[in-house]
T-cell receptor, first 114, second 111 residues
Framework: NAGVTQTPKFRVLKTGQSMTLLCAQD?????MYWYRQDPGMGLRLIHY???????AKGEVPDGYNVSRLKKQNFLLGLESAAPSQTSVYFC?????????????FGPGTRLTVT | KQEVTQIPAALSVPEGENLVLNCSFT??????LQWFRQDPGKGLTSLLL?????REQTSGRLNASLDKSSGRSTLYIAASQPGDSATYLC??????????FGAGTTVTVRA
């Protein structure tokens, strides 16, 4: 079991460029999440998905789009990157059919927008 | 909106001392509370999860307590070691199944 994996690990973008971050999980989890982590702040939820084909906005969704075409993958897109989107991005997943809903996290993607 | 606070932001102790990390939250209507460890440049590792109906959870040298009515949780790490140096994050899950995170406590254990 690889758990939750993220691609790429690092990326540098110029303002206005676009990119897609890929999250994959092999635990057959229903729920998947995208967070961003900034210095001195806790993780903040960007978007999440409660199942294949569904997505919903989190706390800080502006400037991001997501898609969940397959149960095991959750994609985060930046259409026109801005310096304010410089951050570390974490993907997580959790199982629906347990009573704990414990979240499992990927290693993160460090994104710098210049 | 759930607000999660962790105090102190940083802590430095000599090896062997017990660690006490605090987490407070504003809305007591929670589903569960999770403590994570994060090493520099790495992802989050789940340490303990406490359901809203539980008072504490233990794993090895770690013990976490939960007082839902007062909106507090405490993580105790006994007999600290240099390998315990990391940032510890507290996260609260509301009944909408979303996690709200604190900013973390960065711990340094001096050899």
């Amino acid at each position: 079991n690889a758990g939750v994996t993220q691609t790429p690990k690092f990326r540098v973008l110029k303002t206005g460029q676009s990119m897609t971050l890929l999250c994959a999980q092999d635990m057959n989890h229903e729920y998947m999440y995208w967070y961003r982590q900034d210095p001195g702040m806790g993780l903040r939820l960007i978007h999440y998905s409660v199942g294949e084909g569904t997505t919903a906005k989190g706390e800080v969704p502006d400037g991001y789009n997501v898609s969940r075409l397959k149960k095991q993958n959750f994609l985060l897109g930046l259409e026109s990157a801005a310096p304010s989107q410089t951050s570390v991005y974490f993907c997580a997943s959790s199982q629906l059919q347990t009573d704990s809903y414990e979240q499992y996290f990927g290693p993160g993607t460090r994104l710098t927008v210049t | 909106k759930q607000e999660v606070t962790q105090i102190p932001a940083a802590l430095s102790v000599p090896e062997g001392e017990n660690l006490v990390l605090n987490c407070s939250f504003t809305d007591s209507a929670i589903y569960n509370l999770q403590w994570f460890r994060q090493d520099p440049g790495k992802g989050l590792t789940s340490l303990l999860l406490i359901q809203s109906s539980q008072r504490e959870q233990t794993s090895g040298r770690l013990n976490a307590s939960l007082d839902k009515s007062s909106g507090r949780s405490t993580l105790y790490i006994a007999a600290s070691q240099p390998g315990d140096s990391a940032t510890y994050l507290c996260a609260v899950r509301g009944n909408d199944y979303k996690l709200s995170f604190g900013a973390g406590t960065t711990v340094t254990v001096r050899a």
